[in-house]
């Protein structure tokens, strides 16, 4: 009898690390941080997702707004917490501009996973009422024919909004949280209210690199 305790109890201690990571995730409340003020565009997103995800995983998901610094605040609390899934950011298109206008404590690439795609926001163009045009065409040719103009043939503009984890974070607790906000992304209420908002509901919430908008990553 004691044989077979010990031989289970070994074969119990090396299957543990081949277990799924996500067989009891979540167990615990979710972290949901939003770089940005509480009342925002971005943050009235997140209240609204948290609420259905909520509801679905039966775990409190905590909206938790770290503001500062462009964004950076928030996403550095989230590279540097556990990868574990509990701690989840919910970042823009700025995340793909602030590398290039300062030095970060962190690498976009490096320290976050993608999780999901949540909507798109559509870029108005306006320009001061003294320049000569009065529609987009015209603006284009009055910019190609300024000095020093430069032609981008194919370039499409857009914001986008992502969803990500800190980087080490167990693919199959990845895939979940994927799975449930992908869920939600879907229900048609979800996606009314985003419209109402003025979000682009996603087609397809697969993620995408960081550093690209969903439009070129498709």
Do not use: C
């Not at 690390?17 to 509480?38: C, M, N, Q």
Request: net charge positive; aromatic share 8%; charged share 20%.
């Amino acid at each position: 009898m004691i044989r077979a305790f010990w031989h289970g109890l070994m074969a119990a201690i090396l299957l543990a690390p081949f277990a799924p990571a996500a067989a009891g995730y979540p167990e615990r409340p979710i972290r949901l941080i939003v770089p940005f003020v509480a009342g925002g565009s971005i943050d009235r997103v997140a209240r609204l997702l948290a609420e259905r995800i909520q509801a679905r995983v039966g775990q409190p998901v905590i909206v938790d707004n770290r503001t500062g610094a462009t964004g950076n605040i928030g996403t550095q609390a989230v590279v540097a917490a556990p990868p574990d899934g509990y701690t989840l950011l919910m970042q823009t298109s700025a995340l793909a501009i602030t590398p290039w206008l300062s030095r970060l404590p962190f690498d976009v690439e490096r320290d976050l996973v993608p999780v999901t795609r949540i909507a798109r926001t559509p870029y108005a163009l306006v320009v001061r009422t003294s320049l000569p045009v009065e529609s987009f065409e015209a603006f284009v040719a009055y910019a190609a024919a300024q000095p020093m103009a430069r032609r981008y043939p194919g370039t499409e503009v857009e914001g986008f909004q992502l969803l990500f984890a800190a980087r080490g974070t167990p693919p199959d607790v990845v895939d979940r949280i994927h799975a449930e906000f992908a869920r939600v992304l879907r229900d048609p209420d979800v996606a009314k209210q985003l419209r109402g908002m003025g979000f682009v509901p996603v087609d397809d919430p697969r993620p995408a690199s960081p550093r690209t908008t969903p439009a070129s990553a498709s």
